[in-house]
């Protein structure tokens, strides 16, 4: 199976082009396999890049674990990238079917090849049972979460995908690695939630960490960085235009007050292409 590894922000995925191989047989063992950062390629999991008759490509993306997701910000920049380069859709405006429905996704091209993604990310999801949660509200902003003796203040948005925010004033490693796995599996979060961490410095830049549904900890999540620019406004801390600065880079989000679609701008990188034995 021939496959390219891709990242955007360090969130690094193996991708397959189903264009032009057949679909593996089986995605999620294989996603746990090609994952494996010590017996395998190495990635946060994999994203199958698939014909569709509705848009230019279709998104399958699974996490480390196996789980399907629904999307992800950082994958469909890639994959916007991929099929450019590749030559499957060289256009100014591309159409990408995922979970979260049909994108539209502009590339900026520097010398023939894809450089950055801008990414129309949709209306962000705010009604709690869609989200999905249990805790009150419509969306959850800065609720009371029990997380063993401690009340967590967080608010909760959905990119396509469930995403519980927290604000803190430290980022620390152990807000990231104990309390964002016991967020991630609590019980009011019915389908998991992706967790993020976020320290705000000013109006329109923050720092944010993510524990990923599935994955664990990672070096970047394009719908976190969107859900947290949502939450942001919700609760009065942030403006509209932001910048997320990650572990592995940079985005840019804007909530806009016109159409009420969240919009992403950020690198796509094309690392390593090989064979994956059958």
């Not at 990188?269 to 059958?278: K, L, N, Y």
Request: proline share 7%; net charge negative; hydrophobic share 35%.
């Amino acid at each position: 199976m021939r496959f390219t590894k891709m990242h955007g922000c360090g969130n690094d995925y193996v991708y397959v082009d189903c264009f032009a191989q057949p679909m593996p047989q089986d995605p999620p063992a294989l996603s746990r396999a090609v994952s494996d950062r010590n017996f395998g390629i190495g990635s946060d999991g994999l994203i199958l890049i698939c014909p569709s008759d509705k848009a230019d490509a279709r998104m399958r993306m699974y996490n480390s674990d196996g789980s399907e997701s629904e999307m992800c910000g950082n994958g469909v920049r890639c994959i916007a990238k991929y099929v450019y380069d590749h030559g499957i859709a060289r256009k100014p405006q591309i159409k990408l079917e995922t979970g979260r429905g049909i994108l539209t996704l502009i590339p900026e091209v520097d010398g023939g090849k894809v450089a950055r993604v801008r990414v129309d990310m949709g209306e962000p999801i705010l009604k709690s049972d869609l989200i999905p949660t249990t805790l009150p509200g419509d969306p959850p902003r800065d609720v009371a979460l029990t997380v063993g003796d401690s009340q967590l203040p967080v608010t909760c948005v959905s990119m396509g995908n469930p995403h519980c925010i927290q604000f803190v004033d430290e980022i620390t490693d152990a807000l990231v690695q104990v309390i964002g796995p016991k967020i991630e599996k609590h019980p009011a979060f019915p389908r998991r939630t992706n967790v993020e961490f976020v320290k705000v410095n000013q109006r329109d830049d923050v720092h944010m960490r993510v524990w990923e549904r599935g994955s664990g900890e990672t070096l970047a999540c394009g719908t976190g960085a969107c859900a947290v620019a949502v939450a942001g406004v919700l609760t009065r801390r942030l403006d509209r235009r932001v910048t997320v600065h990650l572990r592995g880079g940079d985005l840019l989000l804007e909530w806009s007050e016109q159409d009420n679609h969240v919009y992403m701008t950020g690198p796509a990188v094309e690392v390593f292409s090989g064979d994956w034995p059958a």
